[in-house]
């Protein structure tokens, strides 16, 4: 490894024409630290375009490498990064993020004054359209995410795990990198593994990037289909990291199931669905005018409560799905192919 290498950018990516080079760019507009940064995109096999691009970018830009993802996962792009990186960091970005020009001097700065495992900052979702403005907005309320982002710019502290993450080379290594089992909820898992062994992982609330969601509704529920399924697998092997918001979704869609297939029978469970849809329904259907109301614009109100019930419905049939997986030992074909 070449030791005067101070960074290593690592982007997994598959089918992402529209947003690579935006991204590239924007990596590539950091300003770096004492010794350097790389780029490296661990590329998924792309089929639409994303591979003519990033040829093309390479011309450009000197500092990008590009290596292929045969098995097209996330995890597997990541160890694959890792083990052909040269720097004393790593640090992981996502193609549909915008993050600032000092991303990589505040991560390592922070790294070195805490002596964390894995820093990072907070995301900021924002959008274009309607739908990912919606969504945004979704994802700001723990109501929707089950916790309530730390976007104050004063917050440094521990928390479960970080967006992307910047950690030292040697300490991945150290620690099995990233566990290739789980297509989805691997940055959790780690942060977790990290934290098992002693480690810290820390986020700062002035480091802020802006994340930009799906642009349609269907990828937003098929996304948390994979989040509810992957989740039962972080748990299986973690059983610590559970809590309630976890099995909450999965809880509700049950209610859901159980009081119409008992409706089929007897007309009388209809009141009963009728009731349990309403007892959900009244809390976010007010969650998501206050957030409409919250960005000025009534006209979110429909677009952020499709975007909440889809959070919810998603992650608890993903979840429900997952548990039955793990019962039935069937393998994960279907959600393995979303995932990719």
């Not at 290498?5 to 770096?32: H, Q, Y």
């Not at 089929?47 to 597997?76: A, M």
Request: net charge positive; charged share 20%.
């Amino acid at each position: 490894m070449n030791n005067h290498m101070k960074a290593s950018v690592l982007i997994p990516c598959r089918n992402e024409a529209g947003n690579i080079e935006t991204c590239i760019r924007n990596v590539f507009d950091f300003e770096p630290p004492e010794g350097g940064f790389e780029v490296i995109v661990i590329d998924g096999m792309s089929d639409d375009g994303t591979r003519e691009i990033l040829s093309g970018l390479k011309r450009q830009y000197h500092g990008l490498r590009v290596i292929d993802n045969p098995q097209r996962t996330v995890p597997h792009a990541m160890n694959l990064g890792i083990e052909h990186a040269r720097g004393e960091y790593i640090i992981r970005t996502d193609v549909r993020c915008v993050h600032p020009k000092t991303y990589l001097k505040d991560l390592i700065s922070l790294s070195e004054e805490t002596g964390a495992d894995n820093v990072g900052g907070v995301l900021v979702p924002t959008g274009e359209t309607y739908t990912q403005k919606s969504i945004a907005a979704a994802y700001a309320s723990p109501v929707a995410m089950g916790g309530a982002l730390r976007d104050r710019g004063d917050f440094v502290g521990e928390t479960d795990a970080v967006y992307g993450g910047c950690f030292r080379r040697e300490r991945l290594l150290e620690i099995g990198m990233y566990d290739e089992e789980m297509v989805r909820n691997q940055d959790d898992e780690l942060s977790f593994r990290l934290r098992k062994a002693g480690g810290r992982v820390i986020q700062s609330g002035s480091i802020k990037v802006e994340y930009f969601p799906r642009k349609r509704f269907t990828q937003l529920f098929k996304q948390f289909l994979q989040y509810g399924y992957w989740k039962v697998a972080v748990l299986r092997k973690h059983p610590a990291q559970a809590s309630w918001r976890h099995y909450a979704p999965a809880m509700l869609v049950s209610g859901f199931l159980a009081l119409a297939v008992a409706s089929l029978f007897n007309t009388k469970f209809l009141i009963g669905l009728l009731f349990y849809s309403g007892t959900y329904m009244l809390p976010v259907s007010a969650e998501s005018l206050r957030l409409a109301f919250k960005k000025r614009n009534l006209r979110l109100w429909p677009g952020v409560l499709t975007a909440m019930v889809f959070i919810h419905i998603g992650f608890g049939i993903g979840f429900m799905a997952g548990v039955a997986s793990w019962l039935l030992s069937i393998k994960p074909r279907y959600f393995e192919s979303l995932s990719r």
